[in-house]
């Protein structure tokens, strides 16, 4: 069981570039969800997937677009990077078997110069 | 805004004494969860509160939640320096809101 994995682990984007962050968890959870945390920040919700087919708006969706490729994969693009979206996004699972206990991925690390 | 705030902002301690952290929220909630952050890695789940309870326990963390006043503490007792991490709370109504988190640093 590898719970949930994430890649790359980190990546260095010139502003406009784009780039697909990937996202994947073998729980069977309905739930996905991706969040972004900048330095000495809690996280703070960009989207997330209630369930396969359906994606929601979080607290800071701009600038990003998602994708929920089946139940296992949830990916999430920058389309034109900004160095306001330097930060490291983590992407969790959960179910409501377990209250929606949030299962964690290890982080992107993502730097915009 | 973030919904959850906690409070303090970083806290050392020595090895053995509690460490006490609160968090206060903004809405309604259906639970209120804590989770750990050990440097650079991702955030692992330690306790959920649901909105009728008003303590629970597991091991050596106690989680108090009062509902009349949004908040909530988290208290780990005899202390360790493997517990040195970052602690956050966060709320679920709908959607999932985190807290800025308390430092914990415990010395050995």
């Known amino acids: 069981n590898a719970g949930v994995t994430q890649t790359p682990k980190f990546q260095v984007l010139k502003t406009g570039q784009s780039m697909t962050l990937q996202c994947a968890q073998d729980?069977?959870?309905?739930?996905m969800y991706w969040y972004r945390q900048d330095p000495g920040m809690g996280l703070r919700l960009i989207y997330y997937s209630a369930s396969e087919g359906t994606t929601d708006k979080g607290e800071v969706p701009n600038g990003y677009n998602v994708s929920r490729l089946n139940k296992r994969e949830f990916s999430l693009r920058l389309e034109s990077a900004a160095p306001s979206q330097t930060s490291v996004y983590f992407c969790?699972?959960?179910?409501?078997?377990?209250?929606?206990?949030?299962?964690f991925g290890p982080g992107t690390r993502l730097t915009v110069t | 805004s973030q919904q959850g705030e906690e409070d303090p902002q970083a806290l050392s301690i020595q090895e053995g004494e509690n460490a006490t952290m609160n968090c206060s929220y903004k809405t309604s909630i259906n639970n209120l969860q804590w989770y750990r952050q050990n440097s650079g890695r991702g955030l692992v789940h330690l306790i959920l509160i649901r909105s009728n309870e008003r303590e629970k326990h597991s091991g050596r963390l106690r989680v108090t939640l009062d509902t009349s006043k949004k908040s909530s503490s988290l208290l780990i007792t005899a202390s360790r320096a493997a517990d040195t991490a970052s602690y956050f709370c966060a709320t679920n109504f709908n959607k999932f809101y985190f807290g800025s988190g308390t430092k914990l640093n415990v010395k050995p």
């Open positions: 969790a699972s959960s179910t409501r078997d377990r209250n929606y206990e949030q299962y």
């Open positions: 729980m069977n959870h309905n739930s």
